[in-house]
């Protein structure tokens, strides 16, 4: 247990003085949308619970915008029979996890193709930071992949292009998905995503580095991770480890979002460009610009290499690390001594993690539907599916392998994080719009003097435009 006396956060209540506006309180005029007047004074004023607008949400975590429940979707079960014609080549195109992912799905279609004769799988296995513009060419040129491997699916599902979910894969693998990821991939009353993998984050930091600054323990709050952020820095490593560059940077984005208050919606509304989302765009300008605690560049900075190599290679006192990290520091044989704790929140903002969700799905091909059924459910007989978890160090989203991996060293301390997830609105059609520019934008509200409302209000066009609002 934490034994570090908090200091206590006493919301500001009334008119913004000009140092709040300066922070990104919701006073208006250019101070509250621009880092430019951003000083140390400013940006502690951010960590003393300064109001900058009511939270976003007040919602259950994950409720906002994450369209019908699942009780609503479609009911159809059972495997297609063959159509006429069929094809029996499937096509399979999937994000790379780690080293070995193409690895394993090679073996996997191998071992599919043995107990199928006839049947062929062709595996395409992109990396993350070329997997959406990749995809995007293969939908625009209508080269559509049987079987897509993606952490987000509304937007596809909105123009028609893929298969419900349930009309692919059998009662028993359809029954045994945990219900929140279930609802988690469902459009408009239909379920179109398969949940493939969940992760959760958490806050990663080098004991032996802590050590060496004087740091007892982890920090709970904003405030004091910048405190210990500014002593890692004075003991010669970089204090904390901010990844804004494309890779998954909506990742990072929500972590900071939601432990300030902010969230992307309000309600049925989008509210990327809150004022207590700008405060906390402006808060991560001052941890580079001002406190200087990050690593040169966080805004053109990706999150593997960039921020969990370093740490893993004891150069980071600090990051926001992920259930799957631990595989990727075994994979670079690292031996770093870390600990792991709840992530540091500001505003009194209650506990949470982040809980990402990838998905398979399958495209609307002629003929594929039986071929793809029997590769799907191939793949989530438990045996393979639980290879699949192990080998690319996620957590499941079956009951069954929650069940089988619940005392395993590797999945333990995450799992028991999964009740109080959050996740990103992926059954709403406009976020992936939204996503998109996110990776593309936010990185530049990281320069001196950004203009960090400008870059929210583009996120946020994209995402109403993509609605149709």
């Not at 890692?232 to 972590?255: C, D, F, R, V």
């Not at 004891?314 to 870390?338: C, H, R």
Request: aromatic share 10%; net charge neutral; with cysteine.
């Amino acid at each position: 247990m934490n034994t570090r006396r908090r200091a206590r956060l006493l919301p500001l209540i009334g008119a913004c003085t000009a140092v709040v506006a300066a922070a990104g309180c919701a006073a208006g005029g250019p101070s509250s949308s621009s880092a430019a007047a951003l000083d140390e004074a400013s940006c502690n004023q951010i960590t003393s619970g300064a109001s900058a607008g009511a939270p976003a949400s007040l919602g259950q975590p994950g409720s906002g915008g994450h369209g019908p429940q699942i009780e609503q979707a479609s009911l159809r079960t059972g495997t297609p029979k063959a159509a006429p014609g069929g094809t029996k080549t499937i096509n399979f195109v999937g994000g790379a996890y780690t080293g070995t992912t193409e690895a394993y799905w090679k073996d996997l279609a191998g071992k599919f193709q043995a107990a199928n004769p006839g049947y062929t799988v062709n595996v395409r296995i992109i990396d993350w930071n070329n997997i959406d513009q990749q995809v995007s060419t293969m939908i625009q040129t209508k080269q559509y992949p049987d079987v897509l491997n993606e952490n987000k699916f509304s937007g596809w599902a909105a123009n028609g292009l893929l298969q419900p979910a349930d009309s692919l894969v059998a009662p028993s693998v359809e029954n045994d998905f945990i219900p929140a990821f279930k609802q988690n991939s469902v459009y408009q009353g239909v379920q179109y995503g398969l949940p493939l993998i969940a992760s959760t984050r958490a806050l990663f930091y080098n004991k032996d580095i802590f050590a060496k600054a004087g740091i007892s323990s982890p920090p709970a709050t904003w405030a004091e991770l910048v405190a210990d952020a500014q002593k890692i820095k004075a003991a010669g490593h970089t204090g904390y480890g901010l990844p804004l560059g494309a890779e998954e940077n909506q990742g990072e984005w929500s972590m900071w979002m939601w432990s300030n208050g902010g969230d992307w919606k309000s309600g049925d509304q989008w509210a990327v460009d809150s004022p207590r989302n700008v405060q906390t765009l402006n808060f991560l300008n001052c941890l580079a610009n001002v406190y200087k605690v990050t690593q040169p560049n966080p805004g053109q900075t990706n999150r593997t290499d960039g921020v969990f190599r370093p740490f893993a290679n004891g150069q980071t006192g600090m990051i926001e690390g992920a259930s799957f990290a631990p595989s990727l520091f075994k994979q670079w044989n690292s031996t770093v001594d870390y600990g792991v704790a709840p992530i540091p929140v500001n505003n009194n903002t209650k506990q949470f993690t982040l809980g990402v969700q990838d998905y398979l799905m399958s495209f609307k091909n002629p003929g594929n539907s039986e071929a793809v059924s029997k590769f799907l459910n191939f793949f989530y007989q438990p045996d393979n599916y639980e290879r699949f978890l192990t080998s690319q160090g996620f957590l499941p989203t079956t009951q069954s392998a929650s069940t089988a991996l619940k005392d395993n060293p590797d999945f333990a301390p995450y799992v028991g994080l999964l009740p109080i997830a959050k996740f990103y609105p992926s059954s709403d059609p406009g976020f992936p719009k939204a996503q998109g520019t996110l990776e593309a934008q936010l990185g530049t509200a990281l320069t001196a003097g950004a203009d960090t409302k400008s870059v929210l209000d583009q996120i946020q066009a994209s995402a109403t435009q993509a609605n149709g609002s």
